[in-house]
T-cell receptor, first 116, second 110 residues
Framework: DAGVIQSPRHEVTEMGQEVTLRCKPISGHNSLFWYRQTMMRGLELLIYFNNNVPIDDSGMPEDRFSAKMPNASFSTLKIQPSEPRDSAVYFC??????????????FGPGTRLTVL | DQQVKQNSPSLSVQEGRISILNCDYTNSMFDYFLWYKKYPAEGPTFLISISSIKDKNEDGRFTVFLNKSAKHLSLHIVPSQPGDSAVYFCAASSWGKFQFGAGTQVVVTP
């Protein structure tokens, strides 16, 4: 199993540009999570999907951020327009969401975003 | 609103000694708690977990303790090894939705 795949691994862009981060979850997993890691706040949940449907987007910082999951094997996180304060490492994770409260999440390697 | 807090951003411990990492939470609805370990340039990986109906879970050198009344959990690593140097995230779960702490950087020195 290839695990969760994220692309690109590194992205450097200028303020005002559109940025699109991509994620391929583990095959068979039905839940997908987008996190942002910063020094001050650690890992923050931005949004999560269950069976391709957004369930909770309360962590999305503002309207400049949007996420889609058009099918079970692909998701995007878009920032438009990007700002320097968006610089962080963005992680995607997936899990099998069942009836239990606990379902282990498997993380991708992350995308390090730098907005100049 | 940080519902999971790791108040120690870093910890330095000598090889062979015990590492103790602490985590506090505020939401009594959390019913599962986990520790993740993260190396540089990699995603976090699952380390150990504990259900709210237990107060201790052990896996090799790693033990997690849960004190529900104090809303506190800790991770003990005994003995600490150089390969344990990493960032450790505490997480609390309520119906599959995790909240993570800010992480503790552990450095194990020879």
């Amino acid at each position: 199993d290839a695990g969760v795949i994220q692309s690109p691994r590194h992205e450097v862009t200028e303020m005002g540009q559109e940025v699109t981060l991509r994620c391929k979850p583990i095959s068979g997993h039905n839940s997908l999570f987008w996190y942002r890691q910063t020094m001050m706040r650690g890992l923050e949940l931005l949004i999560y999907f269950n069976n391709n449907v957004p369930i909770d987007d309360s962590g999305m910082p503002e309207d400049r951020f949007s996420a889609k999951m058009p099918n079970a094997s692909f998701s995007t996180l878009k920032i438009q327009p990007s700002e320097p304060r968006d610089s962080a490492v963005y992680f995607c994770a997936s899990s099998i969401q069942g009836t239990s409260s606990y379902n282990e999440q498997f993380f991708g390697p992350g995308t390090r975003l730098t907005v100049l | 609103d940080q519902q999971v807090k790791q108040n120690s951003p870093s910890l330095s411990v000598q090889e062979g000694r015990i590492s103790i990492l602490n985590c506090d939470y505020t939401n009594s609805m959390f019913d599962y708690f986990l520790w993740y370990k993260k190396y540089p340039a990699e995603g976090p990986t699952f380390l150990i977990s504990i259900s709210s109906i237990k107060d201790k879970n052990e896996d090799g050198r790693f033990t997690v303790f849960l004190n529900k009344s104090a809303k506190h959990l800790s991770l003990h690593i005994v003995p600490s090894q150089p390969g344990d140097s990493a960032v450790y995230f505490c997480a609390a779960s309520s119906w599959g939705k995790f909240q993570f702490g800010a992480g503790t950087q552990v450095v194990v020195t020879p």
